[in-house]
């Protein structure tokens, strides 16, 4: 694994000694916002790990928003966070999120979730995947794909519903397509994709799908390739 570690200069080595003292020590590390693109284009790292801001009123969104996302995962690692921040990070870049003031064994998680939640290795990161990594607290919760009920697109966030139990990710309806098994998984709505095996019942006249505890639309686009998956005449 390959960590590229961009921080500010007076902190950089503090961080560094975290990442050694959890257990990494293949870490490259840069301080220059300016040519962060270029450091990244030489190392190519699995994971970058990056303070949010910088000198100069410089800010990590200053540069994600005028680049395209590379083969990398993203934890930011600050102090300087608020919820506004967080939407403000492009969606294309789903991130974990670590305070300088929590332990190594925090950063650890992250890391250790950044380089698996997409796929174990590089060669894996489109493979369809059979769970979803949910982070709980200092926690990350793993969800098997047989327990999801479905799933809703809500703004830059993805509501995944068990049973009785509702989580939320950051990701885009594009990226989850790519992820699940489409032979057990449907698009029926603009916002609603279902698991086919926990349809009860399906209503034509009011376009609703009733499922275990739940009860979603279904749009007209959506209509006959669900019927005809049921056999529906």
């Given at each position: 694994?390959?960590?590229?570690?961009?921080d500010r200069k007076e902190e950089e080595q503090t961080s560094l000694n975290l990442l050694r003292q959890a257990g990494y020590n293949d870490v490259f590390l840069s301080c220059d916002?300016?040519?962060l693109g270029?450091?990244?284009?030489?190392?190519?790292?699995?994971?970058?790990?990056?303070?949010?801001?910088?000198?100069?009123?410089?800010?990590?969104?200053?540069?994600?928003?005028?680049?395209?996302?590379?083969?990398?995962?993203l934890i930011i690692?600050?102090?300087?966070?608020s919820?506004?921040?967080y939407d403000e990070i492009p969606l294309a870049y789903k991130f974990q999120y670590v305070q300088?003031?929590?332990?190594?064994?925090?950063?650890?998680?992250?890391?250790?979730?950044a380089y698996h939640a997409n796929g174990q290795f590089k060669e894996l990161k489109s493979a369809v995947t059979d769970k979803f990594y949910v982070k709980i607290g200092d926690k990350f919760k793993i969800i098997s794909m047989e327990e999801i009920q479905y799933f809703e697109?809500?703004?830059?966030?993805?509501?995944?519903y068990l049973e009785s139990r509702k989580y939320s990710i950051r990701s885009s309806l594009t990226d989850l397509l790519h992820r699940i098994p489409q032979s057990k998984y449907m698009r029926v709505h603009g916002s609603f994709v279902i698991n086919l095996d926990k349809v009860m019942s399906i209503n034509p006249t009011n376009n609703s799908?009733?499922?275990?505890?739940?009860?979603?639309?279904?749009?007209r686009n959506y209509k006959k390739e669900l019927l005809n998956h049921f056999a529906f005449v």
């Open positions: 694994m390959k960590i590229l570690l961009f916002i300016e040519n270029k450091v990244i284009d030489e190392v190519k790292p699995n994971i970058l790990i990056a303070e949010y801001k910088y000198e100069n009123g410089k800010h990590l969104t200053d540069y994600l928003s005028t680049k395209t996302k590379d083969d990398y995962e690692y600050t102090n300087e966070f919820s506004e921040v300088k003031s929590d332990s190594y064994v925090s950063l650890k998680q992250a890391i250790e979730y697109v809500d703004g830059k966030y993805l509501n995944i799908i009733e499922l275990k505890n739940h009860k979603i639309p279904f749009s």
